[in-house]
């Protein structure tokens, strides 16, 4: 049997650049943190002619064309694994649709585990690519790039996406007491509500793809915020970095009127009056975790716990996409 893991994965700035109807045109900017919250894809073989594949249902196929599971499907086909029954398990620590871009992790942790299973290895840069190849060219998904160059790559990385598809990567530089720092003091709190990030990511790729210039204008300016957000963590001023997250949320709430809620609005001026010195949804935004930066965790803690809200703690993950047993 294989075993894979796959991190995901919190946004730190300049989201929303990594469209490709942005960054084909603008170039994108966005900085990225994979997390210890983790998708789990296990492969084994089958001793029966066909696929057995279990998530939130079961699905028997005895061909490829027959399974439901979009991701999966497409994975075979690229691979080359038509006919090559295997059986297919999928868990995850965080539901999805929760904006912690558990969609790009399942889909790295599925192609590395066929590879394992068909014992080969994909280098960390080809896997990001073939995952974006599935999820953006095959499937025609309407979102960016992060979620699989961070979930293959791990750590705390700045991606620079070019027109030519290209992708820079770099870790960000921190020191390590900030690096302690920002992992105390960053908490992240589950809304309730999860959704298809999609369905709103859809909204801005129209309208970047239509040149609209109030898009183009808020994307140029979260990728300038993105570039002083890791300017800020480099040089260990942190606070800095929590009031520029606040000044993300408030632009990038402009790209859609479902990016937020009157219940998600309120509980982020609770948050702000109470310890939080920035925040904003991780995703696309309309539900999932709302993240924020604080110096008085514990005030913050008591009041959304109090709101109702479920906090997730975690610690940053510095292996990325791996293969735990094989």
Same mark, same amino acid.
């Given at each position: 049997?294989?075993?894979?893991?796959?991190?995901?994965?919190? +946004?730190?700035?300049?989201?929303?650049?990594?469209?490709?109807?942005?960054?084909?045109?603008?170039?994108?900017?966005?900085? +990225?943190?994979?997390?210890?919250?983790?998708?789990?894809?296990?492969?084994?073989?089958?001793?029966?002619?066909?696929?057995?594949?279990?998530?939130?249902?079961?699905?028997?196929?005895?061909?490829?064309?027959?399974?439901?599971?979009?991701?999966?499907?497409?994975?075979?086909?690229?691979?080359?694994?038509?006919?090559?029954?295997?059986?297919?398990?999928?868990?995850?620590?965080?539901?999805?649709?929760?904006?912690?871009?558990?969609?790009?992790?399942?889909?790295?942790?599925?192609?590395? %585990?066929?590879?394992?299973?068909?014992?080969?290895?994909? +280098?960390?840069?080809?896997?990001?690519?073939?995952?974006?190849?599935?999820?953006?060219?095959?499937?025609?998904?309407?979102?960016?790039?992060?979620?699989?160059?961070? %979930?293959?790559?791990?750590?705390?990385?700045?991606?620079?996406?070019?027109?030519?598809?290209?992708?820079?990567?770099?870790?960000?530089?921190?020191?390590?007491?900030?690096?302690?720092?920002?992992?105390?003091?960053?908490?992240?709190?589950?809304?309730?509500?999860?959704?298809?990030?999609? +369905?709103?990511?859809?909204?801005?790729?129209?309208?970047?793809?239509?040149?609209?210039?109030?898009?183009?204008?808020?994307?140029?300016?979260?990728?300038?915020?993105?570039?002083?957000?890791?300017?800020?963590?480099?040089?260990?001023?942190?606070?800095?970095?929590?009031?520029?997250?606040?000044?993300?949320?408030?632009?990038?709430?402009?790209?859609?009127?479902?990016?937020?809620?009157?219940?998600?609005?309120?509980?982020?001026?609770?948050?702000?009056?109470?310890?939080?010195?920035?925040?904003?949804?991780?995703?696309?935004?309309?539900?999932?975790?709302?993240?924020?930066?604080?110096?008085?965790?514990?005030?913050?803690?008591?009041?959304?716990?109090? %709101?109702?809200?479920?906090?997730?703690?975690?610690?940053?993950?510095?292996?990325?996409?791996?293969?735990?047993?094989?």
């Amino acid at each position: 049997m294989i075993l894979v893991r796959s991190p995901l994965r919190i +946004s730190l700035g300049g989201g929303g650049t990594d469209l490709p109807s942005y960054y084909k045109k603008h170039t994108g900017f966005l900085i +990225s943190a994979a997390i210890d919250k983790y998708v789990y894809i296990t492969v084994h073989k089958t001793f029966v002619n066909e696929y057995i594949i279990k998530y939130s249902k079961l699905e028997r196929a005895n061909h490829i064309d027959n399974i439901e599971h979009p991701i999966i499907r497409e994975t075979l086909r690229e691979l080359g694994m038509e006919d090559n029954f295997v059986e297919i398990t999928s868990l995850a620590d965080i539901p999805s649709g929760t904006g912690l871009g558990s969609s790009g992790s399942f889909t790295t942790a599925l192609i590395k %585990a066929l590879y394992a299973y068909n014992n080969q290895i994909i +280098s960390t840069r080809l896997l990001a690519e073939t995952a974006c190849k599935i999820e953006l060219e095959r499937l025609g998904e309407p979102i960016g790039k992060q979620d699989q160059y961070i %979930a293959a790559f791990g750590g705390i990385s700045a991606f620079e996406f070019l027109p030519d598809e290209r992708v820079e990567i770099s870790q960000v530089q921190l020191e390590k007491e900030t690096l302690f720092n920002l992992e105390d003091n960053i908490v992240l709190f589950f809304t309730g509500y999860s959704r298809a990030a999609s +369905s709103i990511l859809k909204e801005q790729d129209d309208r970047s793809r239509e040149d609209n210039e109030d898009m183009t204008k808020n994307l140029h300016f979260v990728k300038d915020i993105g570039k002083q957000s890791i300017a800020a963590l480099e040089s260990g001023d942190l606070l800095r970095f929590g009031e520029l997250m606040n000044v993300h949320w408030e632009y990038k709430k402009q790209r859609s009127n479902d990016m937020s809620n009157s219940r998600i609005n309120e509980w982020y001026e609770v948050a702000m009056k109470n310890g939080a010195i920035g925040g904003k949804l991780i995703g696309a935004g309309g539900g999932g975790f709302l993240m924020f930066y604080t110096e008085d965790k514990m005030k913050l803690r008591h009041t959304l716990m109090n %709101a109702g809200l479920v906090e997730v703690r975690f610690k940053f993950d510095f292996e990325g996409t791996k293969v735990v047993i094989h």
